[in-house]
């Protein structure tokens, strides 16, 4: 992997692959954590807003069709702490995948009716994450864990901001955090000549790096629950312990209990609630570790006369971690082994993983991360249980029956 700094403040990380297409992939270092409150919603807004025409492709249409007609996939994403936008084409189409990028990330019109009509449709978005529980249940969780980190609030921001925008506060924005010193660029695929193209289209301004989020999250002191209830048919029931950043070493433990735990329909949990006592269809763990914060949980969709039996079995398949066997992490090894290295296979997930970690540390961290994973012991998992999975926010959305 190659890695150079332009004079326009930019990183670029090139990761040589071969096959037939190429990933051209920009991460902004800016998420929702970075908003002040009169912002809340703004980065996810640009994220939609600057698919709405440039001077040179004035149009939604215009600038899509650009990847489309030969054969492209063209997306973007926003999360708390960064915002992404790629495109995955063949090869020969490298320098087209660039120009489009570039172009879009420094020559928004804004114009005030594509505003008008993105906000709608950003409004709708919040609306369909308030109806989907299996998502709403994500919110309620970071919202009653963390008591000060902004990763507490929704990526999709405040009704009210959004409601709220103009064309001089977008634009206010992007010009302060969509400069050369916040854009990271990674592209994979066989390529030449990648530092002559990038530096040709993109010219953007050094401008400043966005700061790191500075907040002290207080620790849990004790257990809570929160009840919501709705009228869907199933209950949706969530156990959540905050823990550590992606950078701090006992994320790799951590990982490696949510293989124990988590993993396909071999994982603890879907072996308990699911094949055994066929309370959940949907049953699962995932361990969230971000640049800034992280935590842990557990889910299950269940009927509502379940909910105390569901909840006595999660917390016990992550008491029995007290008496983990070294067979049991062995076997999480290497299904985190597998299930990494397979996955980052796909060009556009490999320069995803690129750009996160080049966020959290260091690019290098992605190939050493099977390494740190395999490190992790019996002694590990154990101490981990004991000081991470203490004190918990239970959610529960509960259903007619």
């Known amino acids: 992997?190659?890695?150079?700094?332009?004079?326009?403040?930019?990183?670029?990380?090139?990761?040589?692959?071969?096959?037939?297409?190429?990933?051209?992939?920009?991460?902004?270092?800016?998420?929702?954590?970075?908003?002040?409150?009169?912002?809340?919603?703004?980065?996810?807004?640009?994220?939609?807003?600057?698919?709405?025409?440039?001077?040179?492709?004035?149009?939604?249409?215009?600038?899509?069709?650009?990847?489309?007609?030969?054969?492209?996939?063209?997306?973007?994403?926003?999360?708390?702490?960064?915002?992404?936008?790629?495109?995955?084409?063949?090869?020969?189409?490298?320098?087209l995948a660039v120009a489009v990028l570039a172009d879009i990330l420094q020559n928004p019109l804004f114009l005030p009716e594509a505003i008008?009509?993105?906000?709608?449709?950003?409004?709708k978005e919040m609306t369909r994450v308030d109806d989907e529980p299996?998502?709403?249940?994500?919110?309620?969780?970071?919202?009653?864990?963390?008591?000060?980190?902004?990763?507490?609030?929704?990526?999709?921001?405040?009704?009210?901001?959004?409601?709220?925008?103009?064309?001089?506060?977008?634009?206010?924005?992007?010009?302060?955090?969509?400069?050369?010193?916040?854009?990271?660029?990674?592209?994979?695929?066989?390529?030449t000549s990648w530092e002559k193209v990038v530096t040709k289209h993109f010219v953007v301004a050094k401008g400043m790096k966005t700061g790191n989020v500075a907040v002290r999250e207080p620790a849990l002191t004790r257990s809570k629950v929160v009840r919501v209830n709705k009228k869907t048919v199933n209950t949706y029931i969530m156990i959540g312990f905050k823990t550590v950043p992606a950078s701090h070493p006992d994320a790799y433990v951590l990982q490696v209990i949510d293989g124990i735990l988590g993993r396909g329909q071999s994982g603890k949990m879907f072996s308990e609630i699911r094949t055994k006592r066929g309370l959940a269809y949907d049953v699962g763990t995932e361990h969230i570790a971000e640049k800034t914060y992280g935590y842990f949980a557990a889910y299950a969709t269940i009927d509502k006369k379940n909910i105390d039996l569901a909840k006595k079995v999660m917390i016990d398949e992550?008491?029995?971690?007290?008496?983990?066997?070294?067979?049991?992490?062995q076997e999480a090894q290497d299904y985190l082994e597998g299930d990494y290295l397979l996955d980052i296979e796909d060009p556009q997930k490999f320069a995803d993983?690129?750009?996160?970690?080049?966020?959290?540390?260091?690019?290098?961290?992605?190939?050493?991360?099977?390494?740190?994973?395999?490190?992790?012991?019996?002694?590990?998992?154990?101490?981990?249980?004991?000081?991470?999975?203490?004190?918990?926010?239970?959610?529960?959305?509960?259903?007619k029956k």
Not at 116 to 123: P, R
Not at 153 to 179: D, N, Q
């Open 353 to 399: 993983q690129l750009l996160f970690w080049e966020q959290v540390g260091s690019s290098h961290m992605l190939v050493e991360y099977v390494a740190k994973i395999k490190k992790v012991t019996v002694a590990d998992v154990k101490r981990v249980v004991r000081k991470y999975f203490t004190h918990s926010v239970t959610i529960l959305i509960a259903g």
């Open 1 to 95: 992997m190659q890695k150079k700094m332009l004079s326009n403040g930019m990183t670029v990380l090139y990761e040589k692959r071969p096959g037939n297409c190429v990933v051209v992939q920009v991460m902004v270092n800016v998420g929702s954590n970075n908003e002040k409150v009169e912002e809340r919603g703004i980065s996810h807004f640009l994220e939609h807003i600057l698919f709405e025409g440039t001077p040179t492709r004035p149009t939604n249409h215009l600038i899509s069709n650009e990847i489309e007609r030969v054969g492209g996939d063209f997306n973007a994403y926003t999360t708390s702490e960064r915002t992404n936008f790629y495109v995955k084409v063949l090869a020969k189409h490298f320098e």
């Open 318 to 329: 992550m008491k029995h971690l007290e008496s983990v066997t070294a067979q049991e992490v």
């Open 134 to 191: 299996r998502y709403h249940q994500w919110l309620l969780l970071q919202e009653s864990l963390f008591l000060k980190h902004p990763c507490r609030f929704p990526t999709h921001g405040s009704e009210k901001v959004i409601r709220g925008l103009t064309r001089e506060t977008v634009e206010k924005y992007f010009k302060t955090h969509y400069t050369g010193a916040n854009f990271t660029l990674a592209i994979t695929g066989n390529v």
């Open 116 to 123: 008008e009509k993105e906000k709608k449709i950003v409004l």
